[in-house]
Nanobody, 120 residues
């Protein structure tokens, strides 16, 4: 069982930056690939980025590539999402997820989400 807790969301102006964190419980964090998803108001949840077990490989949605960076610290059981050059369309609830496979469409564990609002 893995519990995920996101933090770092908030209100930021367009062009600004935020770093989200996702802290995982348990001693098997390094055996899970991690990902970030987001859900904007009135829209379906969408994939943002994923990172492999060791952190050596990552994939990004085209909408965030070049602006967002996913990373992980297995010693701290934490995955991060550095978000730069934020746009109003990045406004959403951001969720982290853990999955056994990489890459994968199926994730076993989800956090509760953290809100990000980007003002124009």
């Amino acid at each position: 069982q893995v519990q995920l807790v996101e933090s770092g969301g908030g209100l930021v102006q367009a062009g600004g930056s935020l770093r989200l964190s996702c802290a995982a419980s348990g001693r098997t964090f390094s055996s899970y690939a991690m990902a970030w998803f987001r859900q904007a108001p009135g829209k379906e949840r969408e994939f943002v980025a994923t990172i492999s077990w060791s952190g050596g490989s990552a994939y990004y949605a085209s909408s965030v590539k070049g602006r967002f960076t996913i990373s992980r610290d297995n010693a701290k059981n934490t995955v991060y999402l550095q978000m730069n050059s934020l746009k109003p369309e990045d406004t959403a609830v951001y969720y982290c997820a853990a999955g056994a496979d990489y890459p994968t469409y199926e994730y076993d564990y989800w956090g509760q989400g953290t809100h990000v609002t980007v003002s124009s």
